[in-house]
């Protein structure tokens, strides 16, 4: 429980509007109260702290607790070869691994430390939706100065990461793995390597994640339908462009690389850039850099092994607005997971990771030093990390092994394995959903209408639940699903996923169990499309 202080009620007027200081704390001390006035469930729907919610929690058991606690706040970060002024968990970039086993409960408190409300969305985990961490929607805001507790029980093992679900924080330096093991890991493996893929354009001359949104729509004009369907219903505390205050200011020797008040720096819309395997375009911004846990390429993280190692390597596309094709020179990777779900193993010389999805493969470390590039597709650069089992100088930040262009496996092209198959079933109900808008009005949208916090899309308990996706735009989008995993219902026997591409002009199908009630939002993982309106909600009705 968060009890209001001095700090918390001067910080509290410049919080966003409407938020309050009581609002953003864990109410009756549980980490279960408060959320039902931001849920604010039109009559008929479930609200995201009711009894339904309360129940699906009960069936998922209550394991050891496992308590952690985050700081959310502005800080230096070192990204290899030079330090830049942004926001992270902690100080550190990516943030503080944490890692519980399925079955646990996790209590996990976050002080915000920032001078904008901000929140924490669990990307990928089914969880009980008053601590799913959107803004307006299962929880308010939680403001400067104060602090929140989640508490949830986590069911499934896998690999997943949290992030803010407010503005454009997440394309700052606000996220972090959560790793959960399985109490019974069928897996054998000698190390385990978790690799989080980003790109970054925070605090590099100028530049802010809100000035960038701000471009794309001022930039690129304002179609019909834009309007500011992002700001509603979501916490778009950080969208002002007053990126940063005089006690976040950098030091004199940093100011070329640190944002500006104003959020003003270069042009960071990106021109011509494209990519067969994305169908067209490859994405709206221009980044500097990409990094590999945080890294540059000029500067790049190690991981060590013996040769002959068996290694786990969990991937995690945690870029705003970026695909990446990873290769390891040298190496085939064997996939056993996707988002989290296990598959029929499958070999490959590279995959391709859009926004918010994840990857687990093995590796047997042959003797040497070898680079792991993350080619950020379509856009002409690449991270970089290496695996080091012996001597040997590290490679060139502008290495591109041969596996780039070797066998390459999208999601597609897996199955799940047997035990998380979903059943066969016809679907209860079909949603239809068109991604429609376009750069010219930088109007994303779900069928030409700009995220409202009242949307629903009902849904019914116990229902096999089908989402079709006809992508109407020229742009590839990642598509999200909160609390729940998908099968890929276009091929026999698809991956259990909670992301995936939709290619331009193309339509993706899954099928979902109806099995944890509440508000759940369905977005594009793209941070600025999402931004710009294409997000809405599934309701379960009460």
């Not at 864990?26 to 980490?31: P, Q």
């Not at 890692?99 to 920032?114: E, I, K, M, Q």
């Not at 988002?339 to 499958?346: E, Y």
């Amino acid at each position: 429980m968060c009890f209001p202080t001095r700090r918390t009620v001067l910080a509290a007027s410049v919080a966003a509007a409407g938020t309050g200081v009581l609002a953003a704390c864990s109410g009756d001390g549980s980490g279960h109260g408060g959320h039902g006035s931001a849920g604010a469930a039109p009559s008929g729907y479930v609200d995201p702290a009711g009894k339904e919610v309360a129940a699906a929690e009960r069936k998922r058991g209550s394991g050891p607790v496992r308590s952690v606690r985050l700081t959310a706040a502005a800080t230096p970060l070192d990204l290899g070869d030079r330090t830049v002024r942004s926001w992270s968990y902690g100080g550190d970039l990516p943030g503080k691994e944490v890692r519980v086993t399925a079955g646990d409960t996790l209590s996990l408190t976050l002080a915000n430390h920032l001078r904008e409300a901000t929140s924490l969305h669990w990307h990928g985990i089914a969880l009980r939706n008053d601590m799913d961490g959107v803004p307006g929607l299962t929880q308010n805001p939680i403001a400067p100065g104060a602090d929140f507790t989640y508490r949830f029980t986590v069911a499934h093992p896998g690999t997943y990461w949290f992030h803010p679900h407010s503005g454009t924080q997440q394309d700052r330096g606000l996220y972090a793995p959560l790793i959960v093991d399985d109490p019974k890991e069928p897996l054998s493996y000698d190390k385990e390597w978790v690799v989080v893929l980003d790109d970054w354009v925070d605090g590099v001359d100028g530049s802010t994640p809100d000035a960038v949104l701000k471009e794309l729509r001022s930039g690129m004009g304002h179609g019909s339908g834009g309007g500011n369907g992002g700001h509603e219903g979501h916490d778009m505390s950080g969208m002002s462009g007053m990126s940063m205050t005089a006690d976040e200011s950098p030091s004199p020797a940093a100011a070329d690389e640190s944002p500006s008040p104003t959020g003003s720096g270069p042009s960071r819309m990106m021109m011509g850039a494209t990519s067969d395997l994305l169908g067209g375009d490859a994405g709206d911004v221009k980044y500097p850099y990409y990094l590999v846990n945080g890294r540059t390429p000029q500067a790049p993280s190690s991981f060590t092994a013996r040769p002959g190692d068996r290694v786990r390597i969990r991937f995690v596309n945690a870029g705003g607005d970026t695909a990446f094709r990873v290769a390891l020179g040298g190496h085939t990777m064997t996939v056993t997971h996707t988002d989290g779900f296990p598959v029929r193993h499958a070999t490959t010389d590279a995959l391709l990771l859009g926004m918010g999805e994840r990857y687990d493969v093995l590796v047997t470390a042959d003797d040497g030093v070898f680079p792991l590039t993350a080619l950020a597709e379509g856009k002409g650069a690449s991270a970089l990390a290496v695996l080091r089992t012996g001597s040997g100088a590290a490679p060139s930040a502008a290495v591109r092994p041969r596996e780039l262009e070797g066998r390459l496996l999208t999601a597609e092209k897996l199955r799940a394995a047997d035990p998380v198959a979903l059943a066969p079933r016809e679907p209860d109900r079909t949603i239809r959903l068109q991604l429609t808008g376009g750069m010219a009005g930088y109007d994303w949208a779900f069928d030409k209408k700009p995220y409202t916090k009242d949307q629903r899309h009902p849904v019914k308990a116990g229902e096999r639940v089908r989402l079709v996706f006809a992508n109407s735009t020229s742009m590839w989008h990642p598509v999200h699903l909160h609390g729940h995993t998908f099968s890929l219902a276009n091929v026999a026997g698809g991956p259990r996923k909670d992301t995936a591409i939709v290619l331009p002009n193309g339509t993706l199908t899954v099928d979902f169990d109806a099995d944890n009630p509440g508000l759940w939002m369905v977005h594009c993982h793209n941070v600025y499309h999402s931004e710009a309106g294409m997000m809405t909600v599934l309701g379960y009705r009460a």
